[in-house]
């Protein structure tokens, strides 16, 4: 591998060595040599490394020169090292390409990387950094020198990539520049411990607002389009009623939705007539979004109108909807085929995107144009629309969440269905509110209030969606088995 800039040429090539002239045996080992220069502090690690496997050491050189190479390109760029070497992580993951222009200030041309690829490059460099700050740590125990004069004295290395592999060890020691950016099992458990400890402290005092349950039907006829006579898809906007249905039946955060690629909602094979709605951690696609000129929706440097956040979650997980009732799963799908088969704007084909929920333009659907809508809606069935109220759209997830509870009186299902990492986290799920002790004062118990479809649909849907096809409305109105 080779990497040409205008400063310095960082090649990594496999070298036959052995430690001294006498030694008997040899190795062929992958070596870094910058200006045609060989990277002795490397050499000696990959020979310290030399019963690793080759793939080890071709993964560590590659991943040590590519770190070279940016060091030589940007170094001039920031004003101390450990913003370096933080733009290096970022650069790393996010790539320099803009997507939107296909520009590339530093010239480096790097495509974005999955956080796994990016934690493997920046672990091999951290090795490399360890083992350079434990050999200078034993040259000043030997020498009687201070580490900081070894590590910080430019004199002492007239070679640029020497200077900065010791400017490297010595900031991984003391600032993590690159630790702070990996994630592992300890810092995990770590941050897991302190989150519960905050959950546990302030979700006591947090009080529930869950949207009206028996008002929820007449919130979907309420997505109504500008068009008052013609047929059902032209009348009501399915997108948003969609939405809602997720959030309300499926437990999903409001800005979830927004990351849901049209691949992800299929008909359950299990249960025929059924949605089966996967969920996929944003950054596990940021290599397939990056092939389409496109970021994903939590990048901070996205529009407005692109942007949506996302919350926990192991990127490596890919996790379901649970809806509650089962029967939600059905009256997805049937709105989910008229959706895409009469509703659904394509994307222009100069903007391609994968995104299930568009605009009127194609474009991928808008967390806060959802919201107005939202908030429309609301107003249209005659609610006043605030948190307080529980009118807001994630109080949808509040019912969804305090139903469930209800209903199992489980925790371990709780958490699941609403994908919590902590079980403290549904901690006012589980406590009752001001108007359930009050029921349950005066009536020794409490009933969940049946939702089953066993009701005829007719009276639960808005009048204003009566006219809903023949085909789509049998298979709604069917009694559960």
């Not at 030589?72 to 913003?83: E, G, H, I, T």
């Not at 956040?309 to 009256?331: H, M, R, T």
């Not at 991928?364 to 307080?388: C, D, M, T, W």
């Not at 009186?409 to 986290?425: A, E, F, G, N, T």
Request: aromatic share 12%.
């Amino acid at each position: 591998m080779q990497i040409n800039n205008h400063d310095h040429t960082v090649l990594v090539a496999k070298i036959t060595i052995r430690m001294t002239e006498r030694d008997a045996n040899v190795f062929v080992l992958p070596l870094i040599f910058v200006n045609q220069s060989l990277l002795i502090s490397y050499a000696k690690y990959a020979y310290e490394k030399r019963k690793k496997s080759s793939s080890w050491h071709q993964k560590s050189a590659s991943a040590v020169a590519l770190f070279m190479n940016y060091l030589a390109k940007r170094r001039k760029d920031f004003p101390d090292p450990v913003s370096c070497f933080r733009a290096f992580v970022d650069d790393l993951e996010f790539g320099t390409i803009d997507p939107t222009t296909e520009d590339d200030p530093s010239g480096l041309y790097w495509s974005p990387k999955s956080i796994q690829n990016t934690n493997k490059i920046i672990g091999y460099i951290t090795l490399f950094n360890e083992y350079n700050y434990r050999k200078a740590e034993q040259f000043a125990t030997e020498t009687n020198t201070p580490l900081n004069a070894i590590l910080l004295n430019k004199k002492r290395l007239a070679d640029f990539a020497e200077q900065h592999i010791n400017l490297a060890a010595w900031h991984h020691k003391y600032s993590n520049s690159f630790l702070s950016y990996t994630r592992t099992i300890d810092k995990v458990q770590i941050n897991t411990v302190h989150s519960v400890q905050s959950e546990h402290r302030t979700q006591t005092k947090t009080k529930l607002y869950t949207f009206p349950r028996e008002r929820i039907f007449d919130l979907l006829g309420a997505f109504i389009t500008r068009i008052k006579v013609g047929s059902f898809t032209q009348r009501y906007n399915l997108r948003d009623m969609l939405i809602t249905i997720l959030m309300h039946f499926g437990g999903l955060r409001v800005s979830e939705p927004f990351h849901l690629f049209v691949e992800d909602i299929m008909e359950n094979p299990n249960h025929p007539g059924e949605a089966l709605v996967k969920l996929y951690h944003p950054d596990s696609r940021r290599e397939q979004l990056a092939k389409m000129g496109l970021r994903t929706r939590t990048d901070k440097r996205n529009p407005h109108s692109y942007y949506s956040g996302w919350k926990n979650q192991d990127i490596n997980e890919v996790k379901s909807v649970k809806w509650f009732p089962v029967e939600a799963g059905q009256w997805f799908w049937d709105l989910w085929v008229l959706y895409m088969t009469q509703q659904r704007v394509e994307a222009p084909q100069d903007r391609i995107h994968p995104f299930a929920f568009t605009s009127r333009n194609g474009a991928p659907a808008s967390y806060g144009n959802f919201q107005q809508a939202h908030k429309r809606a609301v107003e249209r069935i005659g609610l006043i629309v605030a948190k307080e109220k529980g009118t807001s759209p994630h109080s949808h997830r509040h019912r969804y969440g305090s139903d469930v509870w209800e209903t199992t009186k489980d925790p371990i299902i709780l958490q699941k269905v609403l994908r919590h990492s902590s079980p403290l986290s549904q901690y006012v799920y589980i406590h009752p509110s001001d108007e359930r002790i009050r029921s349950e004062l005066h009536n020794g118990f409490a009933v969940l209030k049946e939702m089953s479809m066993g009701r005829n649909t007719l009276d639960l849907l808005s009048d204003s969606i009566k006219d809903i096809s023949t085909e789509t409305l049998t298979r709604l109105t069917k009694q559960p088995d």
